[in-house]
């Protein structure tokens, strides 16, 4: 997370220009070092839900980095 997911500054905008608010506000969260416990309660989701939106983040991530 310090190095945005090896994503470059446009790559970088361009992953917060294509996730929802939500997931642009656990990747904040993320990035300020909050748990996964904390996280939830934050944003009022399970566990579960957070675990997914995460890996949806990370993914796009990655096709962006792999495009």
Same mark, same amino acid.
Request: charged content about 30%; glycine content about 4%; hydrophobic content about 35%.
């Given at each position: 997370?310090?190095?945005?997911?090896?994503? /470059?500054? &446009?790559?970088? @905008?361009?992953?917060? !220009?294509? %996730?929802?608010?939500?997931?642009? #506000?656990?990747?904040?969260? $993320?990035?300020?070092?909050?748990? @996964?416990? &904390? %996280? !939830? #309660?934050?944003?009022? +989701? /399970? !566990? /579960?839900?957070?675990? $997914?939106?995460? /890996? #949806?983040?990370?993914?796009?991530?990655? &096709? +962006?980095?792999?495009?």
């Amino acid at each position: 997370l310090e190095r945005n997911l090896g994503l /470059t500054p &446009e790559q970088w @905008d361009t992953l917060h !220009s294509e %996730i929802s608010e939500p997931q642009t #506000k656990l990747l904040r969260l $993320k990035q300020l070092g909050r748990n @996964d416990v &904390e %996280i !939830s #309660k934050t944003l009022g +989701i /399970t !566990s /579960t839900q957070l675990q $997914k939106q995460w /890996t #949806k983040v990370l993914e796009r991530a990655w &096709e +962006i980095r792999n495009l």
